[in-house]
């Protein structure tokens, strides 16, 4: 059977990494609010000629950073499957096939696991 990801984390492994999830989630979080207001009070500022200052290289330090952590998800294969609310999914093998352990930034800890194709609305207890 063809896998789609190269890790798999146990449960125990998984939560190993939650101290820093709970580090890089809120710091992703606040980026991208960040990005967002720059966004707005910068889309005026498009006409003009100048487009350096404080307010971009501002910008362009939080878009390296967000992009920073981001890939910090990516290289260990961590999906990101909602930001806002701090959800994530880990690859994992359960009964010999592909799943995914669930968890949500507000949780105490991994507590549910779902098909890699059924999402947050198919997950079930561990």
């Known amino acids: 059977m063809e896998r789609r990801f190269t890790k798999h984390y146990t449960l125990a492994e998984a939560r190993e990494l939650l101290p820093q999830l709970r580090v890089w989630l809120p710091q992703l979080q606040r980026l991208r609010r960040d990005l967002a207001s720059y966004d707005q009070s910068t889309a005026p500022?498009?006409?003009?000629?100048?487009?350096?200052?404080?307010?971009?290289?501002?910008?362009?330090?939080?878009?390296?950073?967000?992009?920073?952590?981001?890939?910090?998800?990516?290289?260990?294969?961590?999906?990101?499957k909602d930001l806002e609310r701090g959800l994530v999914d880990f690859p994992a093998i359960q009964a010999g096939r592909e799943v995914f352990l669930c968890w949500e930034l507000e949780d105490e800890d991994i507590t549910h696991w779902h098909d890699l194709d059924s999402g947050y609305a198919g997950r079930e207890k561990l």
């Open 45 to 80: 500022l498009l006409g003009d000629d100048d487009y350096g200052g404080g307010k971009v290289n501002q910008w362009v330090r939080n878009l390296a950073a967000f992009k920073e952590l981001l890939a910090e998800f990516e290289q260990r294969e961590i999906q990101v």
